[in-house]
């Protein structure tokens, strides 16, 4: 499974981005997608998940302000941030969990100016 994501960039505080993430590959046996943040000297935190069946989870510092989605049949899934803090910055990574193994995409970063 290939992922490559998109969408990043430098946005003043209260704006928006969205983010988008395309699976190739063996991406019909995807289950579980995501996006993770990692932010200068801080460990990869969890952003949001979701599963085939559409169930979300987010983060406490997020809810209210992202909303993640997925269009299976393009194999994509989405982040759209609103809101935007000056701590939202960090590079965002798309995870896809297959059979029990992790799969991430190169990153892209988002700056939050405040």
């Known amino acids: 499974v290939q992922l490559v994501e998109s969408g990043g960039g430098l946005v003043q505080a209260g704006g928006s981005l969205r983010l988008s993430c395309v699976a190739s590959?063996?991406?019909?046996?995807?289950?579980?997608m995501g996006w993770y943040r990692q932010a200068p000297g801080k460990q990869r935190e969890l952003v949001a998940g979701?599963?085939?069946?559409?169930?979300?989870n987010y983060a406490d510092s997020v809810k209210g302000r992202f909303t993640i989605s997925r269009d299976n049949g393009r194999n994509t899934v989405y982040l759209q941030m609103n809101s935007l803090k000056p701590e939202d910055t960090a590079v965002y990574y798309c995870?896809?969990?297959?059979?029990?193994?992790?799969?991430w995409g190169q990153g892209t970063q988002v700056t939050v100016s405040s």
């Open positions: 979701i599963g085939r069946g559409s169930s979300t």
């Open positions: 590959g063996s991406a019909f046996s995807i289950n579980v």
């Open positions: 995870n896809a969990l297959v059979l029990g193994s992790d799969f």
